[in-house]
């Protein structure tokens, strides 16, 4: 089956076409093969090459992996980690006009430093990414930008064992931030708790195994970003949540503010609660 190409009245659901350069020569050279069971979306500007968890929904098939990324040697030290933490990396580097904005930590379920996930934004454009990374040790200066699929655990993952263990309500969503935004209505984890995996929409997959930390969940709500992606991802949730036995109580909502990309964040911003929450319909 042939490739479509993305058009301007058709744009990339993963960057909406480069929105955000104004120019119509930038519009994104990917494409679509459609299918009644599958479709496989490229991207030519996001940098990750993570499967779908369902299989029937969504694919993204992206240009470049991002993995290990090499840094300048001028900025590397010992073992590849570049020579501070609050550095970025090489391809941001190189581009200019980015700064780190945020960095969220992941722990094991023991509370030992995993690796971190830092947020990175370019006023010039109004462009941001997210970028995972790990320390040689938690506090050292060196950090190796990139992360195998394999060393992928949830945020907050002790709590999220605290709360199964006390049969506490769940809820997942798209992002660090807006699972801190949860979090802060119950820090005394008495009611609920909410969780993320790293780097966003697409990096939800299999073959990071997501859902065996998830085991013995009872209820479980999860909060949709309103766009594209959002639903994509979704759909590999509901997928990867029904691999668990016994299968927990799963919700699917999403913000009732109404303006694209609105997440959890937006919708406690604007004064509602999480009783509030929109029901979303997963197909």
Not at 196 to 204: E, K, L, S
Not at 234 to 261: E, I, N
Request: glycine share 8%.
């Amino acid at each position: 089956m042939k490739w479509r190409s993305w058009s301007a009245t058709n744009p990339c659901p993963v960057c909406s076409g480069h929105r955000w350069s104004g120019a119509s020569a930038a519009q994104c050279r990917g494409g679509y093969q459609p299918a009644r069971s599958l479709q496989r979306v490229w991207c030519s500007v996001q940098d990750s090459g993570e499967p779908s968890a369902s299989g029937v929904t969504w694919e993204w098939r992206l240009t470049a992996p991002y993995l290990w990324q090499p840094e300048p040697k001028r900025r590397s030290g010992a073992a590849g980690f570049a020579e501070h933490a609050s550095r970025m990396p090489a391809d941001l580097w190189k581009e200019g006009g980015w700064e780190r904005t945020a960095i969220w930590i992941y722990r094991d379920a023991d509370c030992s430093y995993r690796f971190s996930v830092a947020r990175f934004d370019r006023a010039e454009d109004g462009r941001k990414t997210y970028r995972p990374g790990r320390q040689s040790r938690e506090g050292s200066p060196w950090i190796q930008w990139g992360l195998p699929t394999e060393a992928r655990i949830p945020y907050q993952l002790p709590r999220l064992r605290k709360a199964i263990g006390l049969g506490l309500p769940l809820y997942i969503v798209e992002g660090e931030k807006s699972a801190d935004a949860i979090n802060e209505l119950d820090i005394g984890l008495r009611h609920f708790t909410a969780t993320t995996m790293p780097c966003g929409a697409v990096q939800w997959s299999t073959g990071a195994d997501p859902h065996p930390h998830f085991a013995g969940a009872q209820a479980v709500t999860v909060i949709v970003d309103r766009d594209t992606a959002g639903e994509g991802w979704a759909r590999d949730v509901h997928a990867s949540l029904l691999q668990l036995t016994p299968t927990p109580r799963v919700r699917f909502t999403r913000s009732r503010t109404t303006a694209p990309g609105d997440d959890a964040v937006d919708h406690l911003s604007a004064g509602y609660s999480l009783d509030n929450l929109e029901a979303f319909d997963v197909r």
